[in-house]
Nanobody, 124 residues
């Protein structure tokens, strides 16, 4: 069982940066692949990016590639989402998720645990 709590969301302006954190409970955090998703009002939940167990490999959606960076510190049971050059279309609730399987996935239902989400709003 893993419990996830996101933090760091807020209201920023276009071009600003923001770093989200996801704190995990449980001693097996390092064995989970971690993902970030987002969901805007009236839209489906969208894959943002993911990071493997060791933090050596990351994978991003095309819409955020080059602007967002995922990292993790297993000794702190925490995964981060650094967001730079934010745009109004990045406005959404951002969720972190944990996946037991080691293979990458962009599909929300293939993740096993979810946080409650944190709101990010980018004003123009």
């Amino acid at each position: 069982q893993v419990q996830l709590v996101e933090s760091g969301g807020g209201l920023v302006q276009t071009g600003d940066s923001l770093r989200l954190s996801c704190a995990a409970s449980g001693r097996t955090f390092s064995s989970y692949l971690m993902g970030w998703f987002r969901q805007a009002p009236g839209k489906e939940r969208e894959f943002v990016g993911s990071i493997n167990w060791t933090g050596t490999n990351t994978y991003y959606a095309d819409s955020v590639k080059g602007r967002f960076t995922i990292s993790r510190v297993n000794t702190k049971n925490t995964v981060y989402l650094q967001m730079n050059s934010l745009k109004p279309e990045d406005t959404a609730v951002y969720y972190c998720a944990a996946r037991r399987a080691s293979s990458y996935s962009t599909v929300p239902r293939e993740y096993d645990y979810w946080g409650q989400g944190t709101q990010v709003t980018v004003s123009s």
